[in-house]
């Protein structure tokens, strides 16, 4: 069986965005638990050189859709950073959510030999497809997903690892 560049891109990152709001939003219960402003957390890093938790989730959302994009045919829309609330950036993932299962399998054909220049502040990396996808998208997507949860959980927001992997698909679930 092949594997589809549409299941390693769009069905890998859409769970992991899943995962992002849950933990954003045990991240707003704890605040309110703890009686603290939540912006607390949205502009907590773990280092001083390190960007804040909305970053992180404004470029976990970005890798995801512009690369999906890419890998699709399309050209990356471009969005606004300006959310300035936890709610915010669970309504971005949302949307972005919305968009990469708006990109059909289909699209996706072939993208693995695809030539895709991706622009850069002071230069432009060209790949193909496959290569964006394993060098690129899937490690920065998860770089930058695991970051917010770990600014959360350093925060003293209670997740564990079971809210980063979220439930199983019933068909990986054994049975006794």
Known sequence: ????????????????????SHVLKKGLEHASAKNFDPRVLFDARLAPD???????????????????????????????????????????IDR???????LPAEAFEGSEERQIDLPLRDRTLRFRGLQLLQRWALPNVLFH????????????????????LGDLPAEVISQK
């Open 50 to 92: 390190m960007f804040p938790l909305s970053r992180q989730v404004q470029i976990a959302c970005d890798m995801a859709r512009k690369s999906a994009a890419r890998l699709a045919g399309r050209e990356p829309e471009s969005w606004e950073d300006n959310e300035q609330s936890i709610e915010e950036l669970r309504a971005r």
């Open 145 to 164: 997903v695991v970051t917010a949860y770990d600014i959360l959980r350093h925060n003293g927001v209670d997740i564990g690892k079971q809210d980063f």
């Open 1 to 20: 069986m092949k594997i589809s560049m549409h299941a390693m891109s769009v069905d890998v990152f859409v769970p992991l965005l899943t995962q992002l």
């Open 96 to 102: 972005t959510i919305d968009y990469l299962r708006s």
